[in-house]
């Protein structure tokens, strides 16, 4: 990571408001798991790019990791604002609710996050377990069923849970 952040610090020295170096000076203390350093480097790059949602959808990261789910959860709305096309946006915003125990708008960004990439396995095998955890068990077995043909094994006990209601062949 050394040499990274040399190079970033260059840039930066170079020209201040390089929104893209600020950005990745991020990531890169998000790596090293520096929270302080990764969060003054991300508002940086929002403040001197406030149309990109990255670094916006960075903190929310951040922010959901040091369990500041409210937080979070305003910066991944934000990032949301601006790019409302990105799945993974919507999926960790649906985690982040999940946490905080308002599961309808949880299923709800879940079934946005399928929506926008029908491929997106993680986000069906989540909207499975909470609607399983809801009492919605039909709901569960059908995106459950979705998962596993894109590749998702649950481990057993879920699926000795949803064995009584799966539809017989």
Do not use: C, W
């Not at 990745?24 to 790019?49: C, H, I, Q």
């Not at 949602?53 to 500041?68: E, R």
């Not at 709800?108 to 491929?119: E, F, G, H, I, R």
Request: hydrophobic letters at 40%.
């Amino acid at each position: 990571y050394a040499e990274a952040l040399q190079n970033y610090k260059q840039v930066i020295k170079v020209n201040p408001r390089h929104a893209l170096a600020l950005l990745n000076m991020g990531v890169v203390y998000d790596r090293m798991r520096e929270d302080a350093l990764a969060e003054k480097y991300y508002l940086e790059a929002a403040s001197v790019d406030s149309q990109n949602a990255a670094p916006l959808f960075n903190l929310g990261l951040l922010y959901d990791k040091s369990k500041k789910y409210e937080l979070a959860l305003d910066y991944l709305n934000r990032a949301i604002k601006l790019n409302s096309k990105k799945a993974d946006f919507y999926f960790n915003k649906a985690n982040v609710l999940a946490k905080l125990d308002r599961v309808d708008g949880a299923i709800a960004a879940y079934q946005k996050t399928v929506s926008l990439d029908p491929n997106h396995m993680d986000g069906y095998a989540n909207l499975s377990i909470v609607s399983y955890l809801t009492g919605k068990y039909e709901d569960a077995v059908e995106y459950y069923e979705e998962a596993a043909m894109l590749g998702y094994q649950a481990p057993k006990e879920f699926l000795q849970a949803l064995e009584p209601y799966r539809k017989s062949p």
